[in-house]
């Protein structure tokens, strides 16, 4: 019962097209960031909104995750180096503007 009610509100909301389409701003908005900052960030992966990305100790991943936190985005660290964000499937293209501006300012103040 419980399968078939979220079947139907994923096709009803149409959120795989949702997924697809916050998945390619978070792509392309964590590239940019990667690029904005090459000593901090580095080897960002993923697929879909399943991302991660390393930091260059685990002393700056840990900062980087309290600081975000603080800024009211749930993230969690993976192994020594890596962040990840697994968000939910209403996870939109806004927030993963919202997540990338919140992400971006907290690496200026490294």
């Known amino acids: 019962m419980l ?16 997924v697809k389409d916050s998945a390619d701003a978070l792509e392309e908005g964590l590239l ?3 690029n904005s900052f090459p000593k901090l960030i580095s080897n960002s992966r993923g697929r879909g909104t399943f991302r991660a990305f390393d930091l260059p100790t685990t002393e700056s991943r840990d900062k980087f ?3 975000i936190r603080n800024a009211g985005v749930q993230m969690g660290g993976s192994g020594t180096h890596s962040v990840r964000l ?6 939109q293209r806004h927030h993963a503007e919202q997540f990338l501006d919140i992400a971006t300012s907290v690496l200026k103040k490294f």
């Open 32 to 34: 940019d960031i990667q």
């Open 3 to 18: 399968l078939e009610e979220t079947v139907k509100v994923i096709k009803r909301d149409n959120l795989l097209e949702v």
């Open 86 to 91: 697994r968000p939910a499937l209403i996870f």
């Open 65 to 67: 995750i309290n600081e």
